[in-house]
Antibody
Framework: EVRLVESGGDLVQPGGSLRLSCEAS????????MHWVRQAPGKGLECVSA????????FYADSVRGRFTISRDDSENRLYLQMASLRPEDTAIYYC????????????????WGQGTLVIVSS | DIVMTQSPDSLAVSLGERATINCKSS????????????LAWYQQKPGLPPKLLIY???TRESGVPDRFSGSGSGTDFTLTISSLQAEDVAIYYC?????????FGGGTKVDI
């Protein structure tokens, strides 16, 4: 069974940094585009960042571009999100999700989700 | 950005009755080269991540009960629960993956 496990969420002060990690198992990690999707408390879903299967194409939402960096380590089956200059509006549960589009691009639906990791940005 | 608008925001349906959720995109999500609509539906229960129900607008994910069905094309889509069960109480989201940023509808809360 496909498994995605996020970690790294924490309480951080505005302006601080965090690195989120997503450990993947039970599938060919290097065959899939991967995504970070966040959900603010009581709110809807927002696609924050995405990376193609080969890592050559990346996407960032306008709200995080220039502050967040997505990366992947296929040898470790891990997806990362480096977050800097954090703002209170970044407070959310951050989900790692798999995009099963066979092309490996990030233009995909999400067929597997992790349980999420909570990031709270507050002083 | 493609804006996804869901309606209604919430609905209450009796057990065994039909629930219908609508989703409208601000531009077409139909890709002419492969004749597919880049539209998915998810179900989210409290405290859990979203769960994929439908992709390519009408393809049911493996293991999803056949009371869930998706229809529509272009800019107008519908998720139908043919006979609502107690376990279907949740928030439902549509999602376009035609263009970045990939975007979701605001969600529709389904109650008994």
């Amino acid at each position: 069974e496909v498994r995605l496990v996020e970690s790294g969420g924490d309480l951080v002060q505005p302006g601080g940094s965090l690195r989120l990690s997503c450990e993947a198992s039970a599938f060919m990690f290097n065959s899939n585009g991967m995504h970070w999707v966040r959900q603010a408390p009581g709110k809807g879903l927002e696609c924050v960042s995405a990376i193609s299967k080969d890592g050559k194409d990346v996407f960032y939402a306008d709200s995080v571009r220039g502050r967040f960096t997505i990366s992947r380590d296929d040898s470790e089956n891990r997806l990362y999100l480096q977050m800097a200059s954090l703002r209170p509006e970044d407070t959310a549960i951050y989900y790692c999700a798999r995009g099963p589009n066979p092309t490996g691009s990030y233009y995909s639906w999400f067929d597997s989700w992790g349980q999420g990791t909570l990031v709270i940005v507050s002083s | 950005d493609i804006v996804m608008t869901q309606s209604p925001d919430s609905l209450a349906v009796s057990l065994g009755e039909r629930a219908t959720i609508n989703c409208k995109s601000s531009q077409s999500v139909f890709y002419d080269s492969n004749k597919k609509d880049y539209l998915a539906w998810y179900q989210q229960k409290p405290g859990l991540p979203p769960k994929l129900l439908i992709y390519w607008a009408s393809t049911r994910e493996s293991g999803v009960p056949d009371r869930f069905s998706g229809s529509g094309s272009g800019t107008d889509f519908t998720l139908t629960i043919s006979s609502l069960q107690a376990e279907d109480v949740a928030i439902y989201y549509c999602h376009q993956y035609y263009a970045v940023p990939l975007t979701f509808g605001g969600g529709t809360k389904v109650d008994i």
